[in-house]
């Protein structure tokens, strides 16, 4: 498949023409990334690691610093108008209106979209039905769930048939179950032809794409999709119980070969390099019981972060 979005060495540095004491902030650091048509692609990362701020620019909502972003075949510095017919943006806070009802919020969308008469009618419906809002269409917006004003915000993106649809943490704050069902309405978007980039402090929630980006200090550090992270990973993950965690914690953790070691619920999770050590050999320090895991989307991401930190110690 083509690629219908393209970044090539996207950078965002804030504070750099300002005159003051405090440093130039680099939000996104040189990130190149290509998303095929039909795709799902989750960009994934804690708060401040540049997903925000890499999907403003590639919506042209934000000017890069350096780099280029291609979306939908259009230079987005260059064509942005052309870029912004071809897409929906749905942020964070999307500026639904409170006191009208679901329809209401609906058509005015519609009318800033110059959709009108038929089609206005039987896409509306079509996504009320998608959506199974069809039942609270003379509900006001402000009574409705988290789940629903989701739903409804998505509803008022898609009223332009956009060819590409960009969400910025759609489901934060969102109960599993209507994130479960948020979801599933996107499986049926991208089997309809669109392609969708979406943000996501989940990683549970990332497992669901086609494949992840994962973002650290504006860096983009790994793509793949969720099998391939966590196949490629040349660490290997143990699962600890001991009778002071914290104890065996500390008796572990600066040991040659031990990437590190993650609380993870009632348990440790010991990430080594098995060339160098191996389990037996640290119960040489400290009493614990093992047993080799498969690595979550959440473990790959922790020795990703782990192995840069090293690297740029190093």
Not at 163 to 168: A, I, N, S, Y
Request: proline residues 5%; hydrophobic residues 40%.
């Amino acid at each position: 498949m083509s690629a219908i979005i393209q970044a090539e060495n996207l950078t965002r540095v804030f504070g750099a023409s300002r005159g003051g004491p405090s440093a130039p902030v680099t939000a996104v650091d040189h990130v190149n990334l290509e998303i095929a048509e039909g795709e799902i692609f989750a960009l994934v990362g804690p708060d401040g690691a540049g997903k925000t701020t890499t999907m403003r620019m590639l919506c042209g909502l934000m000017d890069p610093t350096e780099g280029r972003a291609v979306v939908a075949g259009h230079d987005v510095a260059k064509e942005v108008e052309a870029v912004k017919d071809q897409i929906g943006y749905m942020a964070q806070r999307f500026g639904l209106y409170t006191d009208l009802t679901v329809a209401e919020n609906m058509a005015f969308y519609a009318d800033l979209f110059g959709i009108v008469g038929t089609e206005r009618r039987e896409l509306s419906g079509r996504l009320l039905r998608m959506t199974r809002m069809d039942p609270f269409q003379k509900r006001p917006a402000g009574k409705l769930s988290g789940g629903m004003k989701q739903k409804l915000a998505l509803m008022c993106t898609l009223l332009h048939k956009p060819r590409v649809l960009f969400l910025d943490e759609p489901t934060n704050g969102v109960d599993p179950v209507s994130r479960r069902d948020f979801w599933a309405i996107l499986y049926q978007l991208v089997r309809d032809g669109l392609t969708v980039l979406v943000t996501t402090a989940y990683l549970d929630e990332a497992e669901r794409a086609n494949r992840v980006g994962f973002m650290h200090q504006g860096r983009l550090i790994q793509v793949d999709t969720p099998s391939g992270l966590k196949r490629g990973l040349p660490e290997a993950i143990y699962r600890l119980t001991s009778s002071n965690h914290r104890a065996t914690r500390e008796a572990l953790q600066r040991q040659p070969g031990v990437l590190t070691v993650q609380p993870m619920g009632i348990d440790l999770h010991l990430f080594i390099e098995p060339d160098v050590t191996s389990p037996e050999k640290l119960l040489a320090l400290t009493p614990f019981e093992f047993q080799k895991i498969q690595p979550s989307l959440e473990d790959v991401f922790i020795a990703l972060v782990r192995r840069q930190e090293l690297a740029h110690a190093a």
